[in-house]
């Protein structure tokens, strides 16, 4: 039985023939989103080769499109507002088509890098859009199941990706690692104009821009992101990379204290912290994103160093991982509706620690099969932690702030993500470079996994409890809810 045609609900509570248009739309972006992310990566050494530069020089490729998204990001909730969601959206997708093609077309790695640090631009303008749009069309009485539904694409992107990747790479001319995603972004675009509702801009203060925030915000978490991303080839004792955290680090601490003085509407409004089920939200999507990305780095080479996997194969067996993640994400996006983020959270959190475990006491006589199976298991466990989590989050914003909670909460997944590939990279590189069994470094960084794993669990504790609804809505219109008080 569809969700749109679930009976045992209120009216209000269905996800009704829009909604589901609007998710399936918001879908097709998020696939392509995902896609540039990962795709790119496996085809880095050919892409060197062919424009006759360094690995290193290629890796820009990557690094511009990462700290593009991150400079933008934050700017898309002020212009959300400013412009209207559906505008903004559009644009996204234009130049989301726009900078594919000139990347496949790019003549230089000078050219190619520049392309993709405007496709960069426009994921990180497409990104929050579509969680705040999708967010205000759910209301809070279905964000767990919506949720649930659009962050389905987002897992398939990285297992597909680098599959997707390695099978260009090998078959075909390098510009179809950027011109696979053009047919699905035109899909997308087409079917906006028809499917996404129209917004109104904002009046008065929201609309405002905020120049000297953004100054400091913008560049903060695209020189952080850098200092990151470096970490991996310098470590964290490397003038470079400690020049950039600290430099990040006080852009984002002088962009706190204009946020907290200033008499306009800040870019973002760091007052949200103040509520702790947002902080708890917000935190927890950070060591997500630290968890899931570097499980996304550390599970193929895993397979392909201590187990002797081929590139392919190592990609082909994160298959387990992104099934498991699959299945969770629906699954508790579902229950969060009927019993909130706070047990969700923690029980997902759970799962994840008994598959990483798994990997940690692993060895190279261990079995692929039950590999596998812990595989299933964290990637289930995750899939449990984010949709509850974003459904927890929008529920503690006002609806006329949910642009800027999608701006931070991005941001921080972001910034957790690069600090997760940059510490589990840095270990293993470390422990071979330091004599110990290839092994034995593997299980370092699987321990790291655990410990992060382990403040989920205390962030998914202070996360609201069972959503309580308080009047019942008429048919068609999004039910009002308030959170349970916790417990004492």
């Not at 009927?338 to 923690?346: C, H």
Request: hydrophobic share 55%; with cysteine; net charge positive.
């Amino acid at each position: 039985m569809s969700p749109s045609h679930d009976t045992g609900r209120p009216a209000g509570d269905r996800l009704g023939g829009p909604l589901v248009r609007l998710i399936v739309v918001m879908a097709l972006a998020s696939v392509t989103a995902t896609l540039n992310a990962t795709i790119v990566g496996v085809g880095l050494a050919p892409l060197a080769r062919d424009f006759g530069t360094t690995l290193t020089g290629a890796e820009w490729v990557i690094t511009g499109y990462l700290l593009a998204v991150a400079a933008t990001i934050p700017v898309t909730g002020w212009a959300v507002d400013r412009f209207g969601g559906k505008r903004v959206w559009l644009v996204g997708l234009v130049l989301h088509a726009l900078t594919a093609v000139g990347s496949a077309l790019a003549w230089n790695i000078g050219s190619l890098v520049v392309f993709r640090i405007l496709q960069g631009v426009a994921a990180g303008i497409v990104e929050p859009v579509m969680m705040t749009l999708t967010a205000r069309a759910a209301g809070p009485a279905r964000l767990g199941r919506v949720m649930g539904l659009l962050a389905l694409p987002m897992t398939l992107g990285p297992v597909i990706g680098p599959v997707l990747g390695g099978v260009i790479a090998d078959n075909l001319h390098r510009s179809w690692l950027f011109l696979v995603n053009v047919p699905i972004v035109l899909a997308a675009l087409l079917f906006s104009f028809k499917v996404v509702p129209a917004d109104a801009p904002a009046e008065g203060e929201r609309a405002t821009f905020d120049v000297l925030g953004t100054l400091l915000l913008c560049p903060g978490f695209a020189i952080l992101v850098y200092g990151l991303s470096q970490t991996a080839h310098q470590g964290f004792g490397s003038a470079t990379v400690i020049a950039a955290l600290l430099a990040g680090a006080a852009l984002l601490a002088g962009f706190v204290v204009h946020a907290l003085t200033t008499r306009r509407q800040p870019l973002v409004d760091v007052r949200l912290f103040a509520d702790r089920g947002f902080t708890a939200a917000v935190l927890a999507m950070a060591l997500t994103g630290a968890a899931v990305f570097s499980l996304y780095v550390l599970l193929p080479l895993y397979q392909q160093q201590v187990h002797g996997r081929s590139l392919m194969a190592g990609g082909l067996l994160l298959v387990p991982f992104g099934v498991g993640t699959f299945l969770g994400m629906p699954l508790a996006g579902r229950l969060s509706d009927r019993i909130g983020a706070r047990l969700l959270v923690p029980l997902g959190a759970a799962l994840v620690v008994l598959g990483v475990l798994g990997h940690a006491l692993s060895d190279g006589s261990t079995g692929q099969a039950l590999l596998g199976v812990y595989a299933v298991l964290a990637g289930l466990g995750l899939g449990c932690v984010g949709a509850p989590t974003l459904a927890s989050l929008y529920r503690t914003v006002p609806p006329e702030r949910i642009s800027g909670a999608t701006g931070t909460m991005l941001s921080l997944n972001q910034v957790g993500g690069s600090f997760g590939v940059a510490m589990v990279a840095l270990l293993v590189q470390r422990g071979v470079a330091n004599g110990e069994p290839v092994r034995d470094a593997y299980s370092t960084a699987f321990w790291w996994e655990l410990a992060v794993t382990a403040l989920i669990v205390v962030a998914g504790l202070a996360l609201p409890g069972r959503p309580k609804p308080v009047a019942g809505p008429a048919d068609g219109a999004p039910a009002r809810e308030e959170t349970a008080p916790a417990a004492s």
